[in-house]
């Protein structure tokens, strides 16, 4: 602790008791972080190698571009590439590249993209709208309505808002919920095993 | 009382560990998971649910992000007036090319306590504290967002993130592929254009921008021009690169050259005891960055960043070049379930060289300053999508007071999923910069009835000056009231101490020419205070084409000088900083080519020189006339004639804000 304690100038004009007081506060605040620090860094059973929230909703995404059929305008060509976009802040690092790195769904490879604005992002198939653009998100799903994009996202009431997927979390797990008028205005159709597994499915 | 919630916050770590030790379901391997099915990951659970970026819009601190959208249509064309849009900020325009922007309290030209960060390269001056806002700027529509954090964010970024930190993110340089021109002109902004051009070769993406600005003089109080306009030329670049699938590499490099009109009254040692000069000052500087990051999931990542900054300033009373390099270590891990962790090690050198003037003369002409500093906060889940905990700590060693501990402790509880409580307590340093330690500045001049005639006051450095100490306490509470209706309130506590005077010592009698008393007023650490205030924000999308934000912060300030003090003016910053401030927002797209915006700024009025409130509006109709263009239109300040907004200080001349309207043509393809 010397040099930690080092760090406390010594201040020769104060000696009023307010300041005596708070600097062995600070002292005992120091030693308790530390303290807490060091028990935290070292909880009985760490199970590090269970995946992380954004790995699981990383595959999330993968799964849901084989549950969905796009209309024809959405593609170019009948070997065009499904686009994966993340809008906003990506959560995911590499996790999501290398989940669909070498993947194929009916003959289209995948991609993944990421977006700082919406104007670019309705090119995606799937579209996860990260957290990081809620306060726009009415008017940036309100831009999509009528696109043929798979809206992703994870703020509440997302899907309230005209979003068509929306993830919660229950327990440690993933859960989504499902908005099939959303679905409908953006002429995707959702096959039933999705909407079975929804947790709500209601537009 | 901070004890016994430390004991708690204790008890809460033990059980944390406790819940751990629960077995669960053997969970699926991250590594099989593409080929996982849908009731696989339905069944799943996972360590972690915190990461990075999820802390913006749930962090356990005020936080207000300003977006590109929100730059772009507030009609700003500085960082400086972008900065209004941030509820707890104060942004004063002084002059032409001066602002005072500080968070919570002790705002000034010299405001000391507020940290600022361009793509994570510092820009405050080590000279005094405090940031020359004339040449922080970059294109912007380069910048992705402004995140302004009020209160300390010391623990993680370092001294003098003691009131807030303001970080400046830009694009990355995938995001602004192709041509931008943009060209504006009007009555404040004489002309004001740039270019920008991205691209992509193989795996790097780049982009290249050239800007110039030229705007005018402001008014002077009494009438008459100003005097205070500038003018600045910039280039730059970023590059971004993907070496592997989790490994980038940016770039960034910019390159600055212009000058400032400066209209001031210099104190002199004869009738009439102040000398007004009025002339042209340049200004230059630039940077180059490089940021190596690795991350390989999302709760885990190692950066390398390294920069280096020079500036070159020049005033009718100082000359300053700087030359900085700075190397920083990061890594994000998750050491074990339920836990995530940074740490960080960091190294600075600044080096500058000052020039002396009869006005300011420096103890050592050259100075070169180490700073080392190390971090780790830890964020732990101590329950699941409930409760959060962060502990965080920063060491630092710094040439002038040594070493400094910068401890927070942090919660986060999220009742519901549309509402959270965040709560913290924080220390906080502002370490002395070079001016409190080094400087001889002759504050005024004036007659004396006796012999010699001449007095002068000598604000005079001393290597005994310490670091300013803060211990905050904030409190804050969000909410999703609908789907789109949200609310954010922060409140906060904050205890200073050792904060700065300047104690008049004993006069002495300088032989001159010409020869004069000299009454040296010494800085001391001998000033004690208390601020306390909220900040509420909220935001409505009334429809999905018409949005408002809204605003109020609320600040009170209480400055104790110490009982040895003799400082007459110790107590002036309780008069600095508005007391209310409100603000409120209108975005409305007309149609999808023709938006209107408003934006309302109330400032209360500042005892410190007793400047009026004042209220600015802003308007601004953007048309897009096709997916290439945008031609608009803003107006500026429409209410008042004439306004001031920030009192004299020491060596900065105040003008008055007038009317202004540009308009601009923005082309990009």
């Known amino acids: ?203 | 009382m901070f004890r016994t919630s430390l004991a708690v916050l204790l008890l809460a770590a033990t059980t944390a560990g406790a819940n751990a030790q629960e077995s669960a379901k053997p969970p699926t391997q991250a590594e099989d998971l593409g080929s996982a099915s849908l009731e696989d990951l339905l069944g799943t659970e996972v360590t972690s649910v915190s990461k990075r970026e999820e802390r913006l819009a749930n962090a356990a601190a005020a936080i207000y992000v300003i977006t590109q959208e929100d730059i772009r249509r507030s009609g700003a064309t500085t960082i400086a007036e972008a900065l209004r849009m941030a509820p707890g900020l104060n942004v004063a325009r002084i002059n032409g090319h001066d602002w005072a922007i500080s968070s919570r309290g002790f705002n000034s030209f010299f405001a000391n306590k507020l940290l600022v960060l361009i793509d994570g390269r510092s820009v405050y001056t080590p000279l005094f504290s405090g940031v020359f806002w004339d040449v922080q700027d970059t294109l912007l529509e380069d910048i992705y967002r402004i995140e302004v954090i009020r209160g300390p964010g010391a623990a993680l970024w370092g001294a003098n993130a003691v009131n807030g930190v303001i970080n400046i993110i830009t694009h990355n340089a995938k995001a602004t592929q192709g041509l931008l021109a943009t060209a504006a002109t009007g009555t404040d902004e004489r002309f004001l254009g740039g270019v920008r051009y991205g691209d992509t070769v193989g795996k790097t993406a780049y982009r290249a921008f050239a800007k110039y600005f030229d705007r005018d003089d402001l008014f002077a109080p009494g009438g008459g021009s100003g005097g205070d306009g500038y003018r600045i030329a910039r280039g730059g670049f970023r590059s971004d690169t993907d070496l592997r699938i989790d490994e980038t590499l940016t770039v960034t490099g910019e390159f600055y050259d212009g000058s400032t009109t400066t209209r001031l009254g210099v104190p002199t040692p004869a009738a009439p005891f102040t000398r007004l000069t009025e002339d042209d000052y340049p200004l230059s500087g630039g940077h180059l960055l490089a940021r190596w990051n690795r991350r390989s999931s999302a709760t885990s990542q190692s950066s390398v960043r390294a920069y280096f900054d020079r500036t070159e300033r020049e005033s009718p009373v100082h000359r300053e070049a700087r030359n900085t390099v700075d190397v920083e270590f990061q890594r994000q891990q998750v050491p074990a379930s339920r836990h995530d962790l940074v740490w960080g090690l960091g190294y600075r050198f600044t080096q500058d060289r000052l020039q002396n003037s009869p006005t300011i003369r420096w103890v050592d002409r050259s100075r070169g300053d180490h700073l080392f500093s190390a971090f780790a906060q830890d964020d732990i889940t101590l329950q699941p999508e409930r409760l959060r905990l962060t502990l965080g700590t920063r060491l630092e060693h710094n040439d002038y007071t040594g070493f400094e501990i910068q401890p927070n402790v942090r919660f986060l509880w999220t009742p519901t999923e549309t509402q959270s409580v965040w709560g913290a307590a924080s220390r906080a340093v502002r370490t002395p910069s070079r001016f409190e330690h080094t400087v001889r500045a002759v504050y005024s001049a004036f007659p004396l009835p006796g012999p010699p005639g001449v007095g002068e006051a000598l604000v005079v450095g001393t290597p005994d000056y310490g670091s300013e100490e803060l211990i905050a306490y904030e409190l804050g509470y969000r909410t999703q009231l609908t789907p789109r209706f949200s609310l954010d309130l922060a409140s906060f506590y904050n205890d200073y101490d050792d904060l700065r005077t300047l104690e008049p010592g004993k006069p002495f009698f300088e032989p001159g020419p010409p020869p004069r008393a000299v009454t040296p007023l010494i800085a001391r650490n001998r000033l004690s205070g208390r601020t306390y205030g909220a900040e509420l924000a909220a935001n409505w999308s009334v429809t999905d084409r018409w949005r408002l934000s809204f605003s109020y912060s609320a600040l009170r300030v209480g400055l104790r000088p110490d009982a040895n003090s003799r400082d007459p003016l110790a107590r002036v910053p309780e008069g600095d900083t508005p007391e209310h401030q409100l603000h409120l927002r209108s975005y409305l797209d007309l149609s999808s080519r023709l938006s209107f915006d408003v934006l309302l700024y109330h400032v209360s009025r500042l005892e410190t020189g007793n400047i009026p409130a004042y209220t600015r509006a802003d308007a601004r109709i953007g048309w897009r006339p096709s997916r290439n263009m945008e031609v608009s239109l803003t107006f500026q300040n429409l209410f008042d004639r004439r306004h001031q907004e920030f009192p004299t200080t020491f060596l900065v001349t105040p003008s008055e804000i007038g009317r202004s309207v540009y308009g601009k043509l923005t082309w990009r393809r």
């Open chain 1, 1 to 203: 602790m010397a040099p930690l304690n080092s760090g406390f100038r010594s201040r020769p004009q104060r000696f009023s008791s307010g300041s005596l007081s708070r600097r062995r506060l600070l002292a005992a605040c120091t030693a308790s972080v530390l303290f807490v620090g060091g028990i935290a860094a070292h909880p009985p059973q760490a199970r590090a190698d269970a995946p992380t929230e954004y790995q699981i909703k990383a595959a999330f995404l993968f799964n849901f571009a084989k549950f969905v059929e796009w209309p024809e305008r959405a593609f170019a060509r009948a070997d065009s590439p499904i686009v994966i976009g993340v809008l906003g802040d990506d959560p995911f690092g590499a996790d999501l590249d290398r989940l669909v790195r070498g993947k194929r769904i009916e003959n289209r490879e995948l991609v993944i993209r990421r977006y700082q604005d919406v104007d670019r992002a309705a090119g995606a198939h799937i579209l996860f709208i990260s957290a990081s653009e809620q306060r726009r998100l009415p008017a940036i799903l309100a831009d999509l309505r009528s696109s043929p994009v798979l809206t992703v996202g994870e703020v509440p009431q997302f899907n309230r808002l005209g979003g068509i997927i929306q993830f919660a979390m229950e327990n440690r797990k993933v859960l989504f919920d499902i908005n099939p008028g959303a679905a409908e205005r953006a002429r995707l159709r959702l096959r039933a095993q999705l909407l079975r597994l929804a947790r709500k499915s209601e537009s």
